[in-house]
């Protein structure tokens, strides 16, 4: 069974066209990566940006991940607001 250590995912929300997502998700991850908790990479599939993570840590727990995912979407807060008031 083949297994990997790399996530690509991507956040979403009603009211955005497809280059407002993708701009959500870079400044998204800009922002993450100003905190300075984390670190992630994006990188881009047939035009659409997703957010990419890999966990190489043999240490890494349920709670670092939760941990990233409530922090993500903390930021992605403000940056939706944003969005959808330009929209």
Do not use: W
């Amino acid at each position: 069974v083949p297994q990997t250590n790399i996530v690509c995912f991507r956040l979403l929300a009603d009211g955005l066209d497809a280059a407002q997502l993708n701009s959500l998700n870079e400044q998204l991850r800009t922002a993450l990566v100003r905190h300075g908790d984390f670190y992630i990479v994006q990188t881009k599939l047939k035009g659409v940006h997703f957010l990419r993570v890999t966990v190489m840590n043999p240490k890494t727990t349920h709670e670092h991940i939760t941990a990233l995912l409530k922090q993500l979407k903390e930021l992605s807060k403000p940056i939706l607001n944003s969005l959808l008031v330009t929209h």
